[in-house]
């Protein structure tokens, strides 16, 4: 089995989580807060995968309209894949990524944090909901 890294990519930040080694569970890792580098962040990521001794599969959500089309966020995801991508010689996958964000700050509002607390993780949770999303399929 695989070990899977998603990223939610956002303009500003991008959520990391992980799978466990059976690809059971997703982990939230970290929120990286993205630079005016676009080969800086992707380098960055790219670091997060080496860590891991065993294979690793790379999940970039993919953020559709409520119709399935893509629209322009979309693009922005591809176009920075390709980045990430130009250096990364192992798998790698796209999911759907419709309402993540929604639902994990819905989570977040349960769990009753401020706006300032939840800004620093919603990406996070939400790119857990997208491995948690693509493991259990």
Do not use: C, H
Request: glycine letters at 8%.
């Amino acid at each position: 089995m695989k070990r899977i890294i998603a990223f939610d990519v956002g303009d500003r930040r991008i959520g990391v989580a992980v799978s466990d080694p059976l690809g059971i569970t997703a982990q939230g890792l970290e929120t990286y807060t993205r630079s005016d580098d676009v080969q800086k962040d992707a380098d960055y990521l790219l670091s997060i995968a080496r860590r891991y001794k065993e294979p690793v599969k790379l999940l970039f959500g993919m953020p559709r309209n409520m119709d399935g089309s893509y629209g322009f966020q979309a693009e922005k995801v591809k176009e920075f894949a390709g980045v990430v991508l130009e250096k990364w010689d192992g798998e790698y996958a796209f999911w759907d990524e419709r309402l993540t964000t929604v639902a994990a700050e819905r989570a977040l509002d349960e769990a009753e944090l401020d706006w300032r607390e939840k800004r620093k993780v919603v990406d996070k949770v939400a790119a857990v909901m997208i491995l948690q999303s693509y493991l259990g399929n």
